[in-house]
């Protein structure tokens, strides 16, 4: 809680002296984007310290309470590589949030079943994450808000739902050193 706390007072000085963005920046909606999905993926991060969750394994969990899913299945819900989505299970079931359990409809595939323990800390991580949420819509007029994040949602449901054949892939983050 000391993280979410910490977060808010840094927004709220933020707020205090909004910083435009500049020249052709203000206009690139690629950089618009990148920017603010970093700032509130940090904050998030931040937010969820206390509980030992990162965003991520909160997104693979609360995807994996919405049915039987496999881990293939899993990744491509939240836009998971393969390896990192066995790298975030393995996660999971050390912590003893989630298991990997025999499919009931194919028994050569295993769907990831959240514990009794990861659906008590999806509920925590999602009141923290819903606070963070609100405090960042709070900066949008009222009116703008729900239009804001139903916009968003038509642009990766549709038009940027997948990324397109790139010769060069783009890195969606750096690699760990």
Not at 83 to 90: F, G, N, Q, S, Y
Not at 148 to 175: G, I, K, M, Q, T
Request: glycine fraction near 6%; aromatic fraction near 2%.
């Amino acid at each position: 809680m000391v993280a979410l706390g910490t977060c808010l007072e840094r927004l709220k000085l933020c707020r205090q002296s909004p910083r435009e963005p500049s020249g052709p920046l203000g206009e690139n909606l690629c950089w618009l984007l990148s920017k603010a999905s970093y700032a509130l993926t940090t904050e998030l991060t931040a937010a969820l310290e206390g509980l030992g969750l990162s965003p991520r394994a909160q997104c693979v969990l609360s995807a994996a309470m919405s049915g039987d899913h496999t881990q293939i299945e899993l990744a491509q819900m939240v836009g998971l590589d393969k390896t990192t989505m066995v790298v975030t299970l393995d996660e999971l079931e050390a912590a003893g949030l989630a298991e990997r359990q025999a499919s009931p409809h194919d028994r050569r595939a295993r769907v990831v079943a959240v514990t009794k323990a990861g659906r008590r800390k999806v509920r925590e991580a999602e009141a923290i994450a819903d606070r963070v949420r609100a405090d960042v819509l709070e900066t949008l007029p009222a009116r703008d808000r729900q239009v804001f994040v139903d916009s968003l949602n038509r642009l990766v449901r549709s038009r940027l739902a997948e990324p397109v054949e790139c010769s060069n892939p783009v890195r969606r983050r750096a690699p760990r050193t």
